[in-house]
């Protein structure tokens, strides 16, 4: 089964807001999690990632929290553009080792202009 | 650098027949993973290859199988194909050098359906 899942399945936010995608995960032992990007026809974009031994890592205009206590990390995009507009999946490995990805079921990110 | 390409784009095939679809990596990378992702179970992991040889694999049944070539070049085939295999499949590769995890990149995926 799914070891990530997100909390909601849409999200609609005025431009120029901060958005905050959030997602929960259940198997202890991950510790490297990755944010996509999915545009309508287009494969998974790589966004940002982040690795068990940080809680936090920026990108431009985006923030990745981690919270390893609770099992749960979030994807912050500041001043939300139309551009922003698609689905948002976090995903992890399932194991050490591993390279089998284990995505959540997304959520769709729309910006009202 | 010229990002993970597949071909082809769209493939319509009709029940029981098979089809082989290819992946290639950005250059450099060495792992290539296949992905389904349908609007019902998501995106779901198929099966990854490194150094020509299946290092993972998802649960999905046999009629799914894949390869690589000494370029890391990939293809899957799925054969006797049934209606539930129509979705996108998407390849992604990793350069997998490294001890620990890195990130995937995606390609723009292959729509297939099957009638």
């Known amino acids: 089964g799914e070891s990530v899942g997100l909390h909601l399945p849409t999200l609609s936010v005025q431009e120029g807001d901060n958005s905050i995608i959030n997602c929960a995960y259940s198997n202890s032992a991950s510790d490297y999690f990755i944010w996509y990007k999915q545009e309508s026809g287009k494969g998974p974009q790589f966004i940002i990632d982040?690795?068990?031994?940080?809680d936090k890592r920026q990108g431009q205009r985006v923030t990745v929290l981690l919270n390893k206590t609770v099992k749960h990390l979030s994807l912050q995009i500041a001043a939300t553009q139309p551009g922003d507009s698609a689905v948002y999946f976090c995903a992890d490995y399932s194991g050490a080792g591993s390279y089998q990805l284990t995505f959540g079921k997304g959520t769709k990110l729309s910006v009202i202009p | 650098k010229a990002g993970v390409t597949q071909t082809p784009r769209y493939l319509i095939k009709t029940r029981g027949q098979q089809v082989t679809l290819s992946c290639s990596p950005i250059?450099?990378?060495?792992?290539v993973s296949w992905y389904q992702q349908t609007p019902g179970q998501g995106l779901q992991f198929l099966f990854e290859?490194?150094?020509?040889?299946?290092?993972n694999k998802g649960n999905f049944p046999g009629r799914f199988s894949g390869r690589q070539f000494s370029n890391s070049r990939s293809e899957m085939n799925v054969s006797t194909l049934e209606l539930g295999d129509s979705a996108l499949y998407l390849c992604?590769?990793?350069?997998?050098?490294?001890?620990?995890?890195?990130?995937?990149?995606f390609g723009p995926g292959t729509r297939l359906l099957v009638l």
């Open positions: 982040i690795r068990s031994n940080m």
């Open positions: 250059s450099g990378h060495r792992s």
């Open positions: 992604a590769s990793s350069l997998r050098t490294a001890s620990y995890q890195e990130t995937q990149y």
């Open positions: 290859y490194f150094s020509e040889t299946q290092r």
